[in-house]
């Protein structure tokens, strides 16, 4: 019909043919001009003409331009008596309308009229626009009639297998007008349908409600299992649905899959008759699965399905061995990726039961880790981790990780977790754990989690009788020219604690193992270095020979650039002086860390449930899950050779104050565990976080931990559980209204004290009101960043409807993950950001969050984020001679930008024209303090370079001159870019007029 109007595919063509986007749109103005032209002129219009515009409205609009006339002429073609003209506006309107459009509730009634017609053509189309469309005005208004045609026998076939699909669809749409409630008793007379197409909807339908209510379905059970011995067993089907002799194969799958969404049935003629079905498919001839897979794809969905079953129901042995028996031939043909990657999925599910029956393939498994698929590699290192026992662990971990070196970028992560977790889990002895993990950090490098090192060191802590080996083996490993940096991390720790345990032996000594770990120093980043620092101060206090070299590389560090390096080093250095006992109480040895779970355990687990969907989770992390203390693993063997847990140590909290290095167990971080590492990967294990059980203290304490110290918190409202008013002003960063104000009285947020504090800081409250409290956490490296948001009910009752939507900015790329929109009484969710600065930019992404509660009270509240352009700098180094001959390279504005600011009298009175305050707010903006580059002492030079994704680093160069006697400063930036210059600009005056506020 489509293809006999030459008007419309010429049309096609010429838009086809057009070379440039500016063509293309030309080409569709001049045509919609025409159209519209055409319909102001409707007594000129003939029927072929009316067709032929509405087409080509529809074909605009499906290429992505926007229409907004000619609605009602489809509309008028769909009340028409002729089936073409009819067809053409059902056509139209699925593609111009959907389930918010206002004109839909104009074609309500022509819908009844069509559905409730005696031509099943016309039943057809009204159909196919319902489900298209769906919505709750069309299931209120239409439901019954769907319902009709799909209860009438007198119906033809098809129809009613489009009015089943349609009634799923409504359901998926509006659970609460097309209840399973309403529906149980129908579909229930439904399945005693002999037609095989009728119950394929049928079960569809029957799938769609029970995922929502399935107590409700539980009687249709054994007509299922009825429905599937007549197919399977008996063959009593009509020969249309033979395919290739099998009776009904998508049929049969979905009854199948329907049987997986219950335990195993009690009655006991419905499951022999499961029995039976699954041993007519699994002892079906092997050949006959062997066909080329164009003549296959219906009986191996029905094999696979079948598999899944027995696995799920686990009631008889030898359905099970026979299900691995396909499997195993499965995983050994390497013709068809799709099936192998099926026949891996499924035996990874069987391998939770028996994790051994898959040993006499572990060849094939392994050789599948280097297969051209990655889906493939993914599959085949589940099934590994999943078939690993006591038995074969030593195996497996050895294989893993000689593949390690050679794994995708992308599944590197989640390799090291499952062999840490393997290792800790099934170790031959400690020795074997201890090489087995310093093997692995060496081998990982950068693609690690730092929980990985942290779980190392917790359990040698534990673990009296591997202490003085794994000093010995840390020191072998950094005696090497190459270390991973993470490695010398696990060196400075181990050997700061118990490297006196080896200092006797030969090679051994103080001045080696200090020359081991200084070896590294100079190509290590700064947080490593502070690490060893603190184990030098370790040193110093147990070997007085070694005290004037460790005193000096001290000294060194006191002028450091980092801030964390150089307050350390001073510390040290000040201990280093004092009396003999005050070092040994300080750099008392660490005690044993309390029995906890594994974080590698949460952080896999959270990954797994992300990647390719939630069935990878493991029984490993599920028997994890389940117990206390089993996965918190503490060095104490048993007569299997397995670590147990030790004896909570005494005095803990009071001693771990004086831990060298961040304490691996439970990080100095409040909310480490949160962000484990700055990689995109490890986002997804971030966002699978454990419910807060009763009683203790939830995310959001823990991220408001300490922030009070350095600056009081606004008041909050007292708390209270009536809702707040819609419209009320809350309390907080940058908060207002939907609505946006005046042109005039356009909201700054730098205004707002708490904005200002998040824009030099990483984390703290957003914004908090009576009812609901918001906090933040970031980090930022180059030119990415990311964002935790906390959402926390502070209320007895719960918040509904809960939406929390991103406006971005130019220039600025931000990606987040779903929230829950439920938020329950004194419960929290949470929320993660990724962000990537692609160049400079001005203006704050803004977070819309809107909200109900059980009162029915509704809120509307804009937030600006404080992901400032200055987020994104990093401190830099230049010498006099560089920073002048840059400094003399910017021409003038406006790359240059030179401000007069008077602080007010309270910024005064805080310090805003001392040196030292306006330092550290610089260093606060990750900028570098040059001290000498300005011959006053009174005045600030600092650097820094901007990291953004499609521009080289952009230097930053800033002098800040103080003039105490009129109580002014002049600043100066320049930059290159006058983005970047007015962006920092902006944001230094604020701070200098509201002195750190």
């Known amino acids: 019909l489509l293809f006999s109007m030459r008007g419309l595919t010429n049309f096609i063509s010429e838009l086809r043919e057009a070379r440039t986007r500016e063509a293309e749109v030309k080409r569709i103005d001049k045509e919609l001009l025409n159209i519209r032209k055409q319909f102001n002129e409707p007594q000129k219009l003939n029927q072929y003409q009316r067709k032929k515009y509405v087409c080509k409205l529809a074909y605009i609009y499906m290429i992505g331009y926007d229409v907004d006339f000619g609605h009602l002429e489809a509309m008028g073609l769909l009340a028409s008596q002729k089936f073409s003209e009819k067809q053409i506006g059902y056509m139209s309107l699925g593609v111009l309308l959907n389930e918010n459009s206002e004109l839909l509730r104009l074609v309500i009634q022509q819908l009844h009229n069509d559905l409730n017609s005696r031509l099943d053509l016309t039943q057809s189309l009204a159909l196919t626009l319902v489900a298209n469309i769906g919505g709750t005005e069309a299931a209120e208004t239409l439901a019954n009639d769907v319902s009709h045609l799909l209860m009438n026998t007198r119906s033809r076939n098809y129809i009613r297998k489009k009015a089943a699909l349609c009634m799923l669809r409504l359901h998926r749409k509006t659970p609460d007008v097309v209840s399973p409630e309403s529906w149980a008793d129908r579909v229930f007379a439904l399945l005693d349908d002999r037609d095989a197409g009728v119950l394929t909807a049928v079960m569809s339908l029957l799938q769609g409600f029970a995922s929502h209510s399935p107590d409700l379905f539980v009687p249709a059970l054994p007509k299922v299992c009825a429905i599937l011995e007549r197919l399977v067993i008996r063959n009593q089907v009509s020969s249309d649905y033979n395919y290739d002799y099998i009776a009904a194969p998508w049929l049969v799958v979905k009854c199948l899959q329907f049987l997986q969404q219950y335990p195993p049935i009690?009655?006991?003629?419905?499951?022999?008759?499961?029995?039976?079905?699954?041993?007519?498919?699994?002892?079906?001839?092997?050949?006959?699965?062997?066909?080329?897979?164009?003549?296959?794809?219906?009986?191996?969905?029905?094999?696979?399905?079948?598999?899944?079953?027995?696995?799920?129901?686990?009631?008889?042995?030898?359905?099970?061995?026979?299900?691995?028996?396909?499997?195993?031939?499965?995983?050994?043909?390497?013709?068809?990726?799709?099936?192998?990657?099926?026949?891996?999925?499924?035996?990874?599910?069987?391998?939770?039961?028996?994790?051994?029956?898959?040993?006499?393939?572990?060849?094939?498994?392994?050789?599948?880790?280097?297969?051209?698929?990655?889906?493939?590699?993914?599959?085949?290192?589940?099934?590994?981790?999943?078939?690993?026992?006591?038995?074969?662990?030593?195996?497996?971990?050895?294989?893993?990780?000689?593949?390690?070196?050679?794994?995708?970028?992308?599944?590197?992560?989640?390799?090291?977790?499952?062999?840490?977790?393997?290792?800790?889990?099934?170790?031959?002895?400690?020795?074997?754990?201890?090489?087995?993990?310093?093997?692995?950090?060496?081998?990982?490098?950068?693609?690690?989690?730092?929980?990985?090192?942290?779980r190392t060191v917790q359990i040698v802590t534990n673990a009296p009788d591997v202490q003085a080996y794994a000093a010995e083996c840390v020191l072998r490993l950094l005696r090497e020219a190459r270390v991973a940096e993470n490695a010398v991390r696990v060196g400075a720790y181990i050997l700061g604690e118990f490297g006196h345990l080896v200092s006797e032996r030969a090679g051994l000594g103080p001045s080696a193992q200090f020359d081991a770990l200084h070896s590294h120093f100079a190509s290590c980043s700064k947080p490593t270095q502070a690490i060893l620092l603190s184990s030098y101060a370790k040193l110093l206090s147990c070997y007085p020979e070694i005290a004037d070299r460790i005193v000096r590389v001290l000294a060194a560090r006191l002028n450091s650039v980092d801030t964390e390096v150089q307050q350390r080093a001073a510390e040290y250095h000040a201990m280093a002086a004092s009396r003999p006992d005050v070092m040994d109480s300080v750099w008392a040895m660490m005690p044993e860390f309390p029995n906890r779970r594994s974080v590698l355990v949460k952080a896999l687990r959270g990954r797994m449930g992300k990647v390719d969907g939630p069935d990878r989770m493991s029984h490993h992390l599920a028997e994890a899950e389940g117990a206390a203390d089993d996965d918190a693993l503490q060095g104490t063997m048993d007569a299997e050779g397995h670590i147990m847990p030790a004896a909570p140590a005494e005095s803990a909290a009071s001693s771990r104050s004086a831990s060298p290095v961040p304490v691996p167990a439970e990080r100095v971080d409040p909310v480490g565990d949160l962000i484990p590492s700055f990689a995109p990967e490890t986002a997804a294990a971030a966002l699978q976080s454990a419910p807060v059980p009763s009683g203790s203290q939830s995310v959001l304490e823990q991220l408001m931990e300490g922030l009070a110290s350095d600056t009081p918190a606004a008041p909050a409202a007292p708390q209270s559980s009536e809702p707040v008013p819609a419209g009320a002003a809350p309390?907080?960063?940058?908060?207002?209204?939907?609505?946006?104000?005046?042109?005039?009285?356009?909201?700054?947020?730098?205004?707002?004290?708490?904005?200002?504090?998040?824009?030099?800081?990483?984390?703290?409250?957003?914004?908090?009101?009576t009812l609901l409290k918001v906090a933040l956490k970031s980090e930022y490296q180059g030119p990415q960043g990311r964002m935790m948001i906390v959402y926390l009910n502070k209320s007895t009752v719960p918040i509904t409807g809960f939406s929390a939507a991103v406006t971005p900015v130019v220039d600025l790329s931000l990606k987040c993950t779903p929230?829950?929109?439920?938020?329950?009484?004194?419960?929290?969710?949470?929320?993660?950001?990724?962000?990537?600065?692609?160049?400079?930019?001005?203006?704050?992404?803004?977070?819309?969050?809107?909200?109900?509660?059980?009162?029915?009270?509704?809120?509307?509240?804009?937030?600006?984020?404080?992901?400032?352009?200055?987020?994104?700098?990093?401190?830099?180094?230049?010498?006099?001679?560089?920073?002048?001959?840059?400094?003399?390279?910017?021409?003038?504005?406006?790359?240059?930008?030179?401000?007069?600011?008077?602080?007010?009298?309270?910024?005064?009175?805080?310090?805003?024209?001392?040196?030292?305050?306006?330092?550290?707010?610089?260093?606060?903006?990750?900028?570098?303090?040059?001290?000498?580059?300005?011959?006053?002492?009174?005045?600030?030079?600092?650097?820094?370079?901007?990291?953004?994704?499609?521009?080289?680093?952009?230097?930053?160069?800033?002098?800040?001159?103080?003039?105490?006697?009129?109580?002014?400063?002049?600043?100066?930036?320049?930059t290159g870019s006058a983005v970047l210059t007015s962006a920092v600009s902006k944001y230094l005056l604020q701070y200098f007029r509201h002195s750190l506020q």
């Not at 908060?735 to 356009?746: H, R």
């Not at 708490?754 to 409250?765: A, E, H, S």
């Not at 400094?887 to 007069?900: F, N, S, V």
Request: glycine share 4%; with cysteine.
């Open 266 to 454: 009690e009655e006991e003629s419905s499951m022999s008759k499961i029995q039976h079905v699954l041993r007519r498919v699994f002892n079906t001839d092997s050949n006959t699965y062997s066909r080329p897979r164009s003549r296959n794809n219906a009986i191996l969905a029905v094999l696979f399905e079948c598999i899944n079953l027995a696995v799920h129901l686990n009631v008889n042995r030898d359905l099970t061995q026979k299900a691995a028996t396909h499997l195993t031939r499965f995983l050994s043909e390497d013709r068809d990726s799709e099936v192998r990657y099926l026949a891996f999925e499924s035996m990874t599910r069987l391998c939770r039961l028996e994790p051994d029956i898959a040993n006499h393939s572990m060849t094939t498994i392994i050789k599948a880790l280097r297969h051209n698929d990655i889906s493939l590699r993914r599959r085949a290192l589940d099934l590994l981790f999943e078939m690993c026992d006591g038995r074969n662990s030593e195996n497996i971990v050895r294989e893993l990780l000689a593949y390690l070196p050679h794994s995708d970028i992308d599944l590197r992560e989640e390799l090291v977790l499952k062999i840490a977790i393997l290792a800790e889990k099934y170790p031959r002895d400690l020795e074997w754990y201890v090489d087995t993990s310093l093997q692995l950090i060496s081998a990982a490098g950068e693609h690690m989690s730092q929980d990985v090192w942290y």
């Open 731 to 769: 309390v907080g960063l940058g908060a207002d209204l939907f609505e946006a104000p005046p042109e005039s009285q356009q909201y700054d947020p730098m205004g707002d004290r708490l904005f200002r504090q998040l824009v030099v800081g990483d984390q703290g409250v957003l914004y908090e009101d």
């Open 819 to 974: 929230v829950d929109s439920t938020i329950p009484p004194l419960g929290q969710v949470q929320q993660i950001f990724n962000m990537q600065c692609t160049q400079a930019y001005h203006d704050v992404p803004t977070l819309a969050i809107a909200h109900t509660t059980a009162g029915h009270a509704s809120f509307r509240t804009v937030l600006h984020l404080p992901v400032a352009a200055t987020k994104f700098i990093a401190p830099a180094q230049l010498s006099l001679e560089q920073f002048f001959h840059a400094w003399k390279q910017i021409p003038g504005p406006p790359l240059a930008c030179e401000l007069a600011v008077t602080p007010d009298a309270g910024a005064v009175a805080r310090g805003a024209l001392d040196v030292q305050s306006l330092a550290r707010l610089m260093a606060a903006f990750r900028l570098t303090i040059l001290p000498g580059f300005d011959p006053n002492p009174d005045n600030l030079v600092c650097c820094g370079t901007f990291c953004s994704r499609n521009e080289q680093p952009a230097l930053i160069q800033i002098r800040v001159e103080t003039f105490p006697q009129s109580s002014s400063l002049k600043l100066t930036a320049r």
